[in-house]
């Protein structure tokens, strides 16, 4: 079983900036991905950027140029550096982690708001 933690959001002006942390524990071997997905209100969840083993990134292009993804291997921990956050950046922001057997695991999500 694994377990994933999130913590960051907030509340933050337009071109304001939060980063968002995830940490994993558990019984488990190796991770295969870890990344970020959002839902607003109303929408589907949606893939933010996720990071496999290799460090290989991937981002949706809404947020390309502003947001960074890092992650630490090591420690299990993945985190979103979120820079110039657009009012349509909000929602609610799940780490997600993928074994390498394929088991997906969520985080309970955190709040992202961005707004004058």
């Known amino acids: 079983q694994v377990q994933v933690v999130e913590s960051g959001g907030g509340l933050v002006q337009p071109g304001g900036s939060l980063r968002l942390s995830c940490s994993a524990s558990?019984?488990?071997?190796?991770?295969?991905?870890m990344g970020w997905y959002r839902q607003a209100p109303g929408k589907e969840r949606e893939l933010v950027a996720d990071m496999s083993s290799g460090g290989r990134s991937t981002y949706t292009d809404s947020v390309k140029g502003r947001f960074t993804i890092s992650r630490d291997n090591g420690r299990r921990t993945v985190s979103l550096q979120m820079n110039s956050l657009r009012p349509e950046d909000t929602a609610v922001y799940y780490c997600?982690?993928?074994?390498?057997?394929?088991?997906?695991?969520w985080g309970q999500g955190t709040q992202v708001t961005v707004s004058s």
């Open positions: 997600n982690v993928r074994l390498i057997n394929g088991a997906t695991y």
């Open positions: 558990g019984s488990f071997f190796s991770f295969n991905v």
